[in-house]
Structures are given as C-alpha cells and as structure tokens.
C-alpha cells in the first residue's frame, strides 16, 4: 500500500495546517531528556516547509541514521543496477590435471560473498564448479587473494570495544562470510569459565584467550577485544550459565586470509591438493568474471538490517577514497547545506559523527522528489520490520504509516524517514536525541508518540 501510492505523491502540492506544536511541547517534557541534546525536523513534502521544528540545525550524533547518505549516494552516483566485479585466474598452465601455478582471486570491494543476506552469491563453489570443469586434480602453487594496496584501516574514532565485535567488521576490498566468525561456547554453573569448543570459520594465525564466564542472567555479555594487528583475541564478560551451544559474534579482521584458508581445507577435503610452493609468476589465464547482487538489493539489505559492512562498502563506493569530500561535493550540487556536519565513517559506527537534523530532512525530501524509490524502499516499515517495534508497540496506528531509519548507540536514539498520514499527505522526519538520562525504550515510545500525534 505504502510503495503503490508513491508516484500519485509525488509533484503534489498539499496545504497543510501548522501543528504538532503540542505534540512537540510533550514530547520535549518527557522525563529523562530534562538534559539530553535534542534536534527535530517535521517537514511537508509538497512545499518543504517545517511544521514542527526544534534545533534542527544543531550537530548531533545521529548513530546508524547517518546510512541514509551513503545508500542515498551511491544509488545516485553509481545507479540501482551496478554491480561490483571480482575476478578468479590462474597463472602457468595445467598439464594433465594439474595447475602448475597459484589460483588468484582478484578482489573488486563486493561486500556480499557468501553473506547471509545473499545466500546463493557462494564464491567458494563457484570457484569448486570451474576447478572441476578444468579437472584440475592438484594446485602446485598457492591460494592468493590480491587486494586492494594501502587499505585504510579502522577508523580511529572507532570504539576499542566496538571493533573485534560482529558490528564492528570493517570493509575491505575482499570481504567474506559478512566479515564476521562465530565463537560456540559451553557454560556451566554461575560463576564458572566456560569452554570454547568452536571458532567458525577457522582464524589462520590467531590464538583465542577465554575470560567468558557463565551467569546466571539470561542475557549476553561477552565482549570480544583484540585489533586488525593483534594475532591474540581475548574473550570477556558473561553469558547465560547451562548452555550447550552459545554463539557470540566477531568481526572477521582478515577476512582474505581465512578464504584462502577455508578454500585450501576443502581443496584437501575434496582430494585437491595444494602444495603451496612459491613458483615464477606465469601469464595469467582468466577462469571467471564475478557480479555482486545489484546495487539496490545491496541498499535493500544496508538499511533494512542496519548493516555496518554494507554501508562502509557503498561509503567507499560512493566515495571513492575520499567519503567526507564526496558528500560536501555532493550535497552542495543538491543545494543541501553541509554547515556544521563532520563524517568520520559511512556506518554511524563512529561518536564523532554529527549531522543536523535538517540535513536528514533535505534529503529525505530530495530522495522522495527525484522518486528514488530504490532507497525509499529500502527504509523500515511499522508492523513489518522489528527494528521500528520499539517505537510504535503501543502505537498500532502508525503501522503502515511509518517508514524510518533507525540509529542507536549508548545514549543515542534518533529516527528519521517518512510518514503518511491518514489523509494520505505525507511528511518527511529527522528525531536525533543524545544523552538521555532514561530508559531506550521510555524514549522510543515517546518519539512514536511525537509522530502519532501527526497523523
């Protein structure tokens, strides 16, 4: 329902009442924000003007909100239908079975290979099909991933507790398994250690320190620290006491290294031997030229999910190296001012980001104008995605009606996206609140309420 009325919105011109100053007053008294930093933004889409406002030019941290610029961009930059390319060859020749040199993968910054979200998009068998249509019996050289030179490395605004964790998986030119392992635990009585008892995929080269200890809350609290430099992973904190199988999730730091690995243990498996000697680098014969699922499905999935890979990746993409810059260039050609906002990453992931809550409207307005229905569907849904349930579980009437982006972080909830209201008009949002001295959901709520108020 929502999607079909979108193109009948769009060019119309609607009259609207001011209102939502009473809601703005209530909401703006909730306790708990007696303290916090608070920008709002409440614009009609048919004029742009501001109904309902309240420093919306103020700098905040807005957490994974901020993944609307870089979906936004590289869909206007680079079109729904791209696709990122990698490349598999070979080097030296095969004669009677075997590949007398390195099979090289040669990677193009797709960020899905056998990702979750893509779960046919398995660059492993593909590779296993073509090995087999060669009948290659045996590899005399190596197994080699060629990346991208002088990748940058983990933003330094980065939390240490933030980056070895699943969230925390960086993006590079290679990327595998959503640059993410899992960790299996078995745990006992409260208050004793737990054994790890599986590492999936397996980590070439890193030793794994336990300080897990069960608990008798049924909550997980286990952290996982350790650096992209770092060959020790150390393991701390709790997690529920009398389990079998208790996963926690890591970001993958050498994502190139582990596929090697991974390939080479099934190439054994499967009686292909690699005999990993270093041999004079041969002309190169092309075996396969890769594409990535289409750009927009990869938005589709950065923003449903809230996913930090994807959006470094479409950052990156967008970017070309120089993301802040791109944005300014950007932005500044749409007439959406810059003024006051700093970038430090394309995930939200990073405490230094700070963006005014105007900008999300002026693109949110903009995207909606120029029918980017690629990045509009891309965004949340009320009573269709949980990520918004927070927000309207005691709302049912803004389900269906409500479509955002959520952002979230120790002390950060912000909101941004569209809202249709029951007469069919529709307004564009941004709600970023920092430093509330409540609960996350006390302050969910009250935003939901704010945005009801409007309907």
């Not at 014969?285 to 890769?290: E, N, P």
């Not at 750009?295 to 994807?310: A, D, G, P, R």
């Not at 909101?415 to 007469?423: C, D, E, I, R, S």
Request: glycine share 8%.
């Amino acid at each position: 329902m929502f999607e079909k009325i979108w193109s009948v919105l769009l060019g119309m011109v609607f009259i609207f009442p001011v209102y939502g100053q009473d809601g703005l007053r209530r909401f703006l008294s909730t306790p708990g924000l007696e303290h916090a930093a608070v920008g709002i933004s409440v614009r009609r889409v048919g004029d742009g003007k501001e109904v309902a406002a309240y420093a919306s030019q103020m700098a905040l941290t807005p957490a994974s909100v901020i993944k609307l610029i870089p979906t936004y961009l590289a869909l206007q930059i680079k079109g729904k239908q791209f696709r990122y390319t990698t490349t598999v060859c070979y080097s030296g020749k095969v004669r009677n079975g075997v590949l007398e040199g390195d099979l090289v993968v040669q990677a193009g910054g797709d960020p899905c290979w056998n990702s979750r979200y893509f779960l046919h998009h398995d660059l492993m068998e593909t590779v296993f099909r073509k090995i087999e249509e060669l009948k290659i019996q045996k590899i005399r050289g190596r197994i080699l991933v060629e990346e991208t030179p002088k990748e940058e490395a983990i933003p330094g605004s980065w939390l240490w507790e933030d980056i070895s964790n699943y969230y925390g998986a960086l993006c590079h030119s290679f990327n595998y398994r959503d640059n993410t392992y899992v960790l299996t635990f078995q745990s006992g009585e409260a208050g004793e250690l737990t054994r790890l008892t599986g590492v999936r995929p397996a980590l070439p080269g890193i030793e794994i320190c336990n300080e897990v200890y069960a608990s008798p809350r049924n909550t997980d609290n286990a952290w996982i620290y350790g650096g992209p430099y770092s060959s020790l992973i150390c393991v701390k904190g709790t997690i529920p006491c009398r389990r079998e199988a208790f996963q926690v999730k890591g970001a993958m730091h050498h994502p190139a290294r582990v596929f090697e690995h991974e390939l080479k243990e099934e190439m054994k498996k499967r009686d292909i031997p690699v005999a990993d000697e270093i041999l004079p680098e041969g002309e190169r014969v092309m075996l396969l030229s890769l594409q990535s699922p289409y750009l927009e499905e990869i938005v589709y999935h950065t923003n449903k999910s809230s996913i930090n890979l994807f959006a470094e990746a479409l950052g990156r993409l967008a970017g070309a190296g120089k993301w802040p810059e791109q944005v300014e260039l950007s932005f500044r050609e749409a007439g959406i001012s810059t003024a006051g906002m700093v970038l430090k990453d394309a995930c939200g992931l990073s405490v230094l980001n700070a963006v005014p809550a105007r900008v999300f409207t002026d693109l949110l307005l903009k995207a909606y104008r120029d029918g980017e229905e690629s990045f509009i569907r891309s965004l949340p849904v009320a009573g269709r995605d949980p990520g918004l349930n927070a927000y309207c579980r005691r709302l049912p009437q803004l389900q269906g009606k409500l479509r955002a982006k959520t952002g979230s972080m120790s002390g950060v909830r912000c909101l941004a996206g569209y809202l249709m209201t029951n007469t069919g008009e529709t307004l564009v949002f941004a709600v970023l609140i920092n430093h509330y001295t409540c609960s996350s959901l006390q302050v969910c709520e009250a935003v939901g309420r704010f945005l009801a108020d409007f309907l």
